[in-house]
């Protein structure tokens, strides 16, 4: 078990739902992060919360909405998605984002857009 | 870009061998990271290296760094079945944040 937990595991959405992909972690960790991971790639940077903060944002398309509720929650806002943003949506956490420490990861929500 | 190029991108061994994966980058880094992925799951931290580090051990993974080639390998000795997974090399440049930069990863699979 992974002390990042993610729900859903699955999730198949049409173009034009909105959906919610949810993080949590009670670490006390104050730097979250979402990445994207297609298949056989590596995960990419999408969005990094300091101290509940949006401190980075890779020029992510606006149809991604994160949110950080407080320093244990974090969420992904889904709307108009398109079929290309099918992957597995990876949630991290590290104790802060500016020092020499690990990253936590939960085990991913699969996104699938019809 | 600081994404590390790791090397093999597949390797296949037989349980109880050692798997040697390397991992280059292009530019200075406050660390490097090794994470395991297994299929369908999220990656699992293995090792942080800081810059000033050249090796560092857990269990049955050996992790060197030699930065005047800009260069780490990852040794797990006497594999099992159960090593089968995806390997990461993260980066995090130095001067900068120290979030990582994940390179391509190596398939490895373990035959009993």
């Known amino acids: 078990d992974t002390e990042v937990t993610q729900t859903p595991k699955h999730l198949v959405m049409g173009m034009t739902n909105k959906k919610s992909l949810k993080c949590e972690q009670h670490?006390?960790?104050?730097?979250m992060y979402w990445y994207k991971q297609k298949a056989k790639k590596p995960p990419e940077l999408m969005f990094v919360y300091s101290y509940e903060k949006l401190s980075i944002n890779e020029s992510v398309p606006s149809r991604f909405s994160p949110e950080c509720p407080n320093s244990s929650l974090l969420n992904l806002h889904l709307h108009a998605l398109q079929p290309e943003d099918s992957a597995l949506y990876l949630c991290?956490?590290?104790?802060?984002?500016?020092?020499?420490?690990?990253?936590?990861f939960g085990d991913g929500t699969r996104l699938s857009i019809l | 870009s600081q994404q590390g190029e790791e090397d093999p991108q597949a390797l296949s061994i037989q349980e109880g061998e050692n798997a040697t994966m390397n991992c280059s980058y292009k530019?200075?880094?406050?660390?490097l990271q090794w994470y395991r992925q297994n299929s369908g799951r999220g990656l699992v931290h293995l090792i942080l290296i800081r810059s000033n580090e050249r090796e560092k051990h857990s269990g049955r993974l050996r992790v060197t760094l030699d930065t005047s080639k800009k260069s780490s390998s990852l040794l797990i000795t006497a594999s099992r079945a159960a090593d089968t997974a995806s390997y990461f090399c993260?980066?995090?440049?130095?001067?900068?944040?120290?979030?990582?930069?994940f390179g391509r990863g190596t398939s490895l699979i373990v035959h009993p």
């Open positions: 670490m006390g960790h104050r730097a």
């Open positions: 991290a956490s590290s104790q802060e984002s500016q020092t020499n420490q690990p990253q936590h």
């Open positions: 993260a980066t995090a440049a130095s001067g900068g944040s120290y979030i990582p930069t």
């Open positions: 530019t200075s880094i406050n660390n």
